[in-house]
């Protein structure tokens, strides 16, 4: 089965390091015969919240928000790759999920978490599964945590231990596949609310 895929990065920085991730979790999701549409705050221009795109008249949101809302509407799960600033969500990042709410129900996220360091931003990570399960898109229990992503992966996001990551990044795609299956079904016999 194939499914739309989202992937959402939020860093804004001018030497970000986290896109390796992305495209590294972009090639794994198109292997596997998915389509991933990255949303990219940053390559968006979203700026800081005002109103939440729910909260502007009808088809009047500004075109990036409209755009982003099509795109999360048309998805059947999010990737959602963080990196960690000051052992929290990275601004960017959190600005962009809080834009939406209803858009974001009644499918799964997945977390792949990086750093320049050891610790592959498994502390955004946790705090990012409290605020995915607010936003109504829990997170499935594994998580792709990337330690040293600058050496990870290319810019290209090609692996440098392309076997290692195939690897954990199977469990990972295989358990976010299952969710995304389970709630599309579920999905076409109705929505609670
Ligand atoms: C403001 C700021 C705070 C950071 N805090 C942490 C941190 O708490 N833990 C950590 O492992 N790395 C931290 N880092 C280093 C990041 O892991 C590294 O810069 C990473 O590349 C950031 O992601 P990005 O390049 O995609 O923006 C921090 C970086 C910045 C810019």
Redesign the pocket.
């Known amino acids: 089965m194939s499914f739309a895929v989202t992937v959402l990065?939020g860093?804004?920085?001018r030497?970000?390091?986290?896109?390796r991730a992305v495209r590294f979790i972009e090639e794994q999701l198109r292997a596997r015969g998915h389509t991933p549409t990255l949303l990219d705050a940053m390559a968006l221009d979203l700026p800081l919240l005002d109103r939440m795109y729910k909260e502007h008249p009808k088809s009047s949101a500004p075109p990036v928000l409209e755009k982003m809302a099509e795109t999360i509407r048309a998805a059947d799960g999010f990737v959602v790759v963080t990196?960690?600033?000051?052992?929290?969500i990275?601004p960017g990042l959190k600005n962009m999920l809080d834009h939406f709410l209803e858009e974001w129900f009644w499918r799964p996220s997945a977390i792949v978490s990086?750093?320049?360091?050891?610790?592959?931003?498994v502390?955004?990570a946790i705090l990012l599964r409290i605020t995915l399960a607010e936003l109504g898109t829990p997170a499935i229990s594994s998580t792709l945590p990337v330690p040293q992503?600058?050496k990870a992966f290319d810019e290209q996001g090609k692996p440098a231990d392309p076997e290692a990551w195939a690897r954990r990044s199977r469990k990972f795609l295989d358990e976010f596949e299952w969710h995304m299956a389970a709630l599309k079904a579920q999905r076409e016999k109705g929505v609670p609310y």
């Open positions: 990065y860093s804004y920085r030497d970000r390091q986290g896109i990196g960690e600033y000051n052992q929290g990275p990086y750093s320049q360091g050891s610790f592959a931003g502390r955004a992503v600058q």
